[in-house]
């Protein structure tokens, strides 16, 4: 009987050691981040401007670097390209995901589902695609995740990937990519937009990245 007793004791200490070492055991990436190689224009098509966040935004996000910015198309569609990167995804400084923070800032959901898209080389990724609305307009939003594991659509996906990397001592850094498009009441083409804008600059902001 004390032997029955003794085995489940020997787990939970044995579980408890091994997730203490995985929490302050981490491996850093090798390299950083480089949202530079993002071109603010691009063939007279495009063309940007950055808008850093605030802090007040940066402290509730704690990434370790981001982009936010503003592109407006030659027949003046307005897209936002927001980037952020997170050297770890440990000690509280885990990506938020766009379900939890747009109904605090006044954003409605109506529609959020799973898009297949198809980058320059040829191969196809299942990315977010979300409409929501405010008091004022209704927004397109195109949204994924990319670790060292690839691309990610969901948030059990990207917990899934933390813990993965964790017990493998790999780093755990993660990037959210975000894309929003006024929809002009007109999702059709704000979607065909919207994936012009993806394949013009999806391999700039892959080249960005430290993966």
């Not at 594991?149 to 813990?163: M, P, V, W």
């Not at 780093?171 to 919207?194: E, S, Y």
Request: charged share 25%; proline share 5%; glycine share 6%.
């Amino acid at each position: 009987m004390k032997k029955l007793l003794l085995l489940p004791i020997f787990l939970i200490v044995l579980g408890g050691m091994v997730g203490n070492a995985l929490r302050f055991t981490e491996r850093k990436p090798d390299k950083m981040t480089d949202f530079s190689k993002i071109p603010l224009v691009i063939n007279e098509k495009y063309f940007g401007r950055e808008y850093p966040i605030n802090e007040l935004t940066s402290e509730v996000l704690k990434a370790t670097k981001t982009t936010n910015r503003v592109y407006t198309s030659s027949d003046e569609i307005t897209f936002q390209l927001f980037i952020a990167y997170f050297e770890s995804q440990k000690y509280g400084s885990q990506i938020h995901s766009p379900k939890q923070c747009l109904p605090g800032s006044g954003w409605n959901i109506e529609t959020i589902k799973p898009f297949e898209i198809t980058v320059p080389d040829g191969s196809k990724k299942t990315i977010n695609y979300s409409v929501i609305r405010d008091q004022f307009e209704q927004v397109l939003m195109l949204y994924w995740y990319e670790t060292r594991s690839g691309s990610i659509r969901g948030e059990y996906g990207l917990k899934f990937d933390l813990i993965k990397n964790s017990i493998l001592l790999n780093p755990t850094d993660a990037v959210i990519i975000r894309l929003t498009i006024d929809t002009g009441n007109d999702l059709d083409l704000a979607t065909k937009q919207g994936l012009e804008f993806i394949d013009r600059f999806y391999p700039y902001i892959m080249e960005s990245l430290p993966f």
